[in-house]
């Protein structure tokens, strides 16, 4: 059977209207969830996997280590960076390096989902904050401003934040969305890690921790 003209016409008119709805319905939500909802942002784009590119096979370390699927393994690598805190001493620029990446730039970064402190450190470097993942985070700075002086610190800050982001995942994949839904880049560790926009998320997300504090 033969459609005629003006059912074409009719047809061709209705995708056109659905388009334009499309259209119009992408530049008035975007990337966020209708009703004032988060972003959508994926566990996906934050958590990081495989090597980590500059230490990583020199220290026989993974991001995978730290998952919520094996709490064993997870515990083993926060106590393994954890141990660099323990260990290594930082002293005049060093120490001024240090200090600038966990404390001052960005408001530094913490470990606000275990406990309430400003920052892993105080403005004198000593540690703030006793827990696992703490440790690790302090750990893991001290290594990379010795061991790597050529990293900035904003390189080295970013590279703290991935492993914030390995140890809290739910909590982190919600923070994502909802920096997202506010037009600021959630795949960018420094936002979504650091002091930056801490406690943007709060009463909106929820989730636990991998590894203990």
């Given at each position: 059977?033969?459609?005629?003209?003006?059912?074409?016409?009719?047809?061709?008119?209705?995708?056109?209207?659905?388009?334009?709805?499309?259209?119009?319905?992408?530049?008035?939500?975007?990337?966020?969830?209708?009703?004032?909802?988060?972003?959508?942002?994926?566990a996906s784009e934050i958590i990081p996997t495989g090597i980590p590119a500059i230490y990583g096979e020199e220290l026989g370390l993974q991001?995978?280590?730290?998952?919520?699927?094996?709490?064993?393994?997870?515990?083993?690598?926060?106590?393994?960076?954890?141990?660099?805190?323990?260990?290594?001493?930082?002293?005049?620029?060093?120490?001024?390096?240090?200090?600038?990446?966990?404390?001052?730039?960005?408001?530094?970064?913490?470990?606000?989902?275990?406990?309430?402190?400003?920052s892993i450190i105080f403005s004198n470097g000593d540690m703030a904050c006793g827990c696992a993942h703490s440790y690790a985070m302090r750990?893991?700075?001290?290594?990379?401003?010795?061991?790597?002086?050529?990293?900035?610190?904003?390189?080295?800050?970013?590279?703290?934040?991935?492993?914030?982001?390995?140890?809290?995942?739910?909590?982190?994949?919600?923070?994502?969305?909802?920096l997202e839904s506010n037009g600021i880049d959630s795949t960018n560790y420094i936002n979504l890690a650091s002091n930056k926009y801490r406690?943007?998320?709060?009463?909106?997300?929820?989730?636990?921790?991998?590894?203990?504090?």
């Amino acid at each position: 059977m033969v459609k005629k003209k003006h059912d074409y016409e009719f047809y061709a008119q209705i995708g056109l209207i659905v388009f334009l709805v499309g259209i119009i319905a992408y530049s008035l939500f975007g990337n966020s969830a209708p009703g004032g909802g988060t972003g959508f942002v994926s566990a996906s784009e934050i958590i990081p996997t495989g090597i980590p590119a500059i230490y990583g096979e020199e220290l026989g370390l993974q991001y995978d280590y730290v998952s919520e699927g094996n709490p064993q393994l997870a515990n083993q690598a926060i106590s393994f960076l954890g141990n660099f805190d323990r260990t290594l001493n930082l002293e005049g620029a060093n120490l001024e390096r240090y200090i600038n990446i966990l404390y001052n730039m960005h408001g530094g970064i913490s470990c606000e989902y275990c406990c309430g402190a400003r920052s892993i450190i105080f403005s004198n470097g000593d540690m703030a904050c006793g827990c696992a993942h703490s440790y690790a985070m302090r750990g893991l700075t001290k290594y990379l401003v010795l061991n790597y002086p050529e990293m900035s610190d904003e390189e080295i800050l970013e590279e703290i934040g991935k492993w914030k982001v390995l140890f809290f995942p739910g909590i982190m994949e919600g923070k994502a969305q909802v920096l997202e839904s506010n037009g600021i880049d959630s795949t960018n560790y420094i936002n979504l890690a650091s002091n930056k926009y801490r406690g943007i998320e709060q009463g909106a997300v929820s989730g636990g921790m991998v590894g203990g504090c």
